[in-house]
Every structure is written in structure tokens, then in C-alpha cells.
């Protein structure tokens, strides 16, 4: 028998680039959440696992650049 786990959180910031009817942005997310995980390994054949997440997204600005 084993067991694994784990847990993780994040707060980042993500930026893109979006073209929009000849117009360009910039925008940009504010990503913040957990993450656990649990594994129970009984056998070689056998494995039973469980998750959870908890998810937050911001956008944090929509700036028009320039037109292409």
C-alpha cells in the first residue's frame, strides 16, 4: 500500500496579445488558486485517486495598443 499527495498555490499574471476587427490589445489575467491531490495505490492493478482545485481569474487591464 502507498499513499501520495499533494497540494499547490499560485497568484500569477498572464499577458496576451488579442487581434480584434484590425485592432490590437494587450490583456492581461490575474490567475490565483489551490490545488490538492490524493492517490492511494492498494496493488500493483489497483489505483484510486481524488482532486480538487479552486480557480480564480481577474482581468486585470484591456489597453488598446495599435492597429495592424
Known amino acids: 500500500d502507498k499513499l501520495y499527495y499533494s497540494f499547490s498555490s499560485f ?7 488579442v487581434v480584434a476587427e484590425g485592432e490590437s ?3 492581461s489575467n490575474r490567475n490565483t488558486g489551490l ?3 490524493v492517490r ?3 496493488s500493483r492493478n489497483w489505483t ?3 482532486s480538487v482545485a479552486r480557480l480564480e481569474i481577474q482581468r ?3 489597453n488598446p ?3 495592424r
Open 11 to 17: 497568484d500569477q499574471v498572464r499577458t496576451g496579445n
Open 25 to 27: 490589445y494587450n490583456r
Open 35 to 37: 490545488e490538492a491531490e
Open 40 to 42: 492511494y495505490v492498494p
Open 48 to 50: 484510486l485517486m481524488a
Open 60 to 62: 486585470v487591464k484591456l
Open 65 to 67: 495598443t495599435q492597429t
